[in-house]
């Protein structure tokens, strides 16, 4: 059974920095994409960042320049790393995965429907 278990989330000050991890078992899609995605009180969730097998990424534009996100295929591990945080940067923030077709060109993160497996979040608090 496929399952993505986040950690790292913290509290920290505006300007600071924080790297969420997010492990995963039990994939099985052949060719994949993973993402960070995450929800703040009261909104949608939105997609943060993506990488597809290549390595090839993708952002959002509140975070491009500040977030970079990596894997490191041997530990099975999804990584977020985060710079010069501000308080609207305050969310759960959520690890997905799913499949894509051969040959699959990632060009955007995706909505939350375009992902199937999912972790259960870990929480960050930036204050002012």
């Known amino acids: 059974q496929a399952q993505l278990v986040e950690s790292g989330g913290a509290s920290v000050q505006t300007g600071g920095s924080l790297r969420l991890s997010c492990a995963a078992s039990?994939?099985?899609?052949?060719?994949?994409?993973m993402a960070w995605f995450r929800q703040a009180p009261g909104q949608e969730r939105e997609g943060v960042a993506a990488?597809?097998?290549?390595?090839?990424?993708a952002y959002a534009d509140s975070v491009k320049g500040r977030f970079t996100i990596s894997k490191d295929n041997a530990k099975k591990a999804l990584y977020l790393q985060m710079k010069n945080l501000r308080p609207e940067d305050t969310a759960i923030y959520y690890c997905?995965?799913?499949?894509?077709?051969?040959?699959?060109?990632?060009?955007?993160?995706?909505?939350?429907?375009?992902?199937?497996?999912w972790g259960q979040g870990t929480q960050v608090t930036v204050s002012s």
């Open positions: 039990g994939l099985t899609y052949r060719y994949y994409q």
């Open positions: 997905a995965a799913d499949s894509r077709p051969e040959g699959w060109v990632l060009w955007r993160v995706g909505t939350e429907n375009e992902y199937r497996t």
């Open positions: 990488i597809d097998m290549e390595g090839n990424t």
